[in-house]
């Protein structure tokens, strides 16, 4: 039974928006901080977003313009909203909490 799973990717045109969902069997009211991380072919991953504990969320510069992720405890989710989608926000996506990743959904953004 996966613990983190992902999902929402897909294929989407420049200037789309999309909202990827990270859903988990854990308690997250406990987790230091739920994280998304992006890996396009080729490259290295890098960090995308975070939310803490607190509720205070961060954002990689590439995208803190045109994001917003937010979480509900109970229903044990969080979630990505990218607006204004560029080519190079194609990757697959991975939502980590704390040290536990899921497998990733896959966002292609076509022109």
């Known amino acids: 039974q996966e613990e983190v799973v992902e999902s929402g990717g897909g294929l989407i045109q420049v200037g789309g928006a999309l909202k990827l969902s990270c859903t988990t069997s854990?308690?997250?009211?406990?987790?230091?901080?739920m994280n998304w991380y992006r890996q396009a072919p080729g490259k290295q991953r890098e960090w995308v977003a975070r939310?803490?504990?607190?509720?205070?969320?961060t954002y990689a510069v590439s995208i803190e313009a045109r994001a917003t992720l937010w979480r509900n405890i109970a229903k044990r989710s969080m979630w990505l909203q990218i607006n204004n989608l560029k080519a190079e926000d194609t990757a697959r996506y991975y939502c980590?909490?704390?040290?536990?990743w899921g497998q990733g959904t896959q966002v292609t953004v076509s022109s």
């Open positions: 980590a909490i704390d040290d536990k």
């Open positions: 854990l308690n997250i009211a406990s987790a230091k901080n």
């Open positions: 939310i803490n504990q607190m509720g205070i969320t």
